[in-house]
Nanobody, 126 residues
Framework: QVQLVESGGGLVQAGGSLRLSCAASGRTLSSVPMGWFRQGPGKEREFVAAITRSGVDTNYADSVKGRFSISRDNGKNTVYLQMNSLKPEDTAVYYC???????????????????WGQGTQVTVSS
């Protein structure tokens, strides 16, 4: 079983930056692709970014390309989401997710991720 714990959320002004972290226990993260998703008020959960096991390949939602960057430190069993040039529409609860054993693709669908963290709130004020 995998336990994921996000941290780093908070309140920031538009144009500011935040760095989210996702620490894993119960399994070595280096064995699976990881993703970040978000759910804004009254909205469905949506894909933000994903990264392969090695960290070589990444995927991003069009809405965050050029502003957000996903990375991982397999030695620390941690995945990061660096968020720059934040906008009010980035306000959401951000979730870290892990794919199952044997998977290799940095998938973009929520159904591809069986393991989820509890989420961390990011609020961007205008």
């Amino acid at each position: 079983q995998v336990q994921l714990v996000e941290s780093g959320g908070g309140l920031v002004q538009a144009g500011g930056s935040l760095r989210l972290s996702c620490a894993a226990s119960g399994r070595t993260l280096s064995s699976v692709p990881m993703g970040w998703f978000r759910q804004g008020p009254g909205k469905e959960r949506e894909f933000v970014a994903a990264i392969t096991r090695s960290g070589v390949d990444t995927n991003y939602a069009d809405s965050v390309k050029g502003r957000f960057s996903i990375s991982r430190d397999n030695g620390k069993n941690t995945v990061y989401l660096q968020m720059n040039s934040l906008k009010p529409e980035d306000t959401a609860v951000y979730y870290c997710a892990a794919r199952g054993s044997g998977t290799v693709v940095a998938a973009t669908e929520t159904g591809d991720y069986p393991y989820w963290g509890q989420g961390t709130q990011v609020t961007v004020s205008s």
